[in-house]
């Protein structure tokens, strides 16, 4: 059966791009149709950003301010990369672990389908819930907490996080593949909580303690928060090539290990 399924693995089917198209939306869609009817992993992933927006900068500090910008504008930048992070983290690691213990990767590998649409569905999905999050956070700055933004820095704003969605996606394939079914939601919460404290998401980065601020600087929610920070008129004024670099080789780390652990289950299933 090994063999077999191996053999399927190795033989390259020829496509046309179109129909490769094809197969990635097709598998992007139901990836997607099968977390939105997953009302722990929708529920949870939209409303903790949401929730806690409403409480500490609608509710508590609406009419404070961080540093010369409003407490509701500082927050949609720094609770959109809390959102995005869960989204992408808790889309790839916890489904991709699920995937692996039902044995459904094996299956996915049997099949003539492209072998990183499955991947591809899953970074997919990440970015997808990433901008729901970001553009309700913005609907509710806008609405009730007197957020003033022009049409393209929002625009600028939601693309920034929906891009930086991906090192977190690329993070959740790594946990994904060296974390239980069962043990994958702790995991991705024990780093996943830890690093939006100390990258100052929570509580801003001035206010942290200085250990912590030192700490923040090699966390890659820190780049993605000063980046969103830097267009909402409320960052640290560094260099945003610096905090791309930051984020782009902190991505190719985690797909590397990413495949390390990939290449180990193929050595398990095929060796």
């Known amino acids: 059966m090994s063999t077999a399924a191996a053999a399927l693995t190795n033989t390259e089917i020829e496509r046309s791009t179109s129909h490769n198209a094809t ?3 097709k598998e992007a869609k139901y990836e997607f149709l099968k977390n939105l009817r997953l009302r722990v992993y929708t529920a949870s992933v939209i409303s903790f950003p949401l929730m806690f927006y409403v409480l500490f900068g609608l509710v508590l500090n609406a009419k404070e301010a961080i540093g010369g910008t409003g407490v509701p504008t500082y927050l949609i930048a ?7 992070m869960g989204a992408s983290l808790f889309g790839t690691a916890s489904g991709l672990a699920a995937d692996r213990g039902l044995g459904w990767l094996q299956v996915k590998r049997a099949s003539p389908m492209p072998p990183f649409a499955y991947f591809t569905a899953k970074v997919v999905l990440s970015m997808i819930f990433s901008a729901i999050v970001v553009s309700l956070l913005l ?3 806008i609405s009730f907490g007197g957020v003033r933004m022009p049409l393209g820095e929002m625009a600028k704003l939601l693309g920034t996080l929906v891009a930086g969605s991906l090192p977190f996606s690329a993070m959740g394939l790594a946990i994904g593949y060296f ?25 801003p980065y ?3 303690p200085k250990l912590v601020r030192q700490i923040a600087l090699a ?17 640290r004024h560094e260099s945003a090539a610096t905090h791309w670099e930051v984020l782009f080789a902190f991505t190719l780390i985690c797909l590397g290990v990413a495949r390390i652990g990939f290449q180990r289950d193929q050595g398990k299933l095929y060796g």
């Open 23 to 25: 197969i990635f939306l």
């Open 78 to 84: 720094t609770y959109g990369t809390f959102g995005v």
């Open 139 to 141: 609907v509710l700055g």
């Open 179 to 203: 974390a239980g079914p069962n043990s994958a939601p702790a995991a991705i919460n024990l780093i996943y909580l830890p690093l939006s404290f100390c990258s100052g998401l929570w509580v």
């Open 206 to 208: 001035m206010f942290l």
């Open 219 to 235: 966390l890659p929610p820190y780049h993605l928060s000063q980046l969103a920070l830097g267009i909402v008129g409320a960052g």
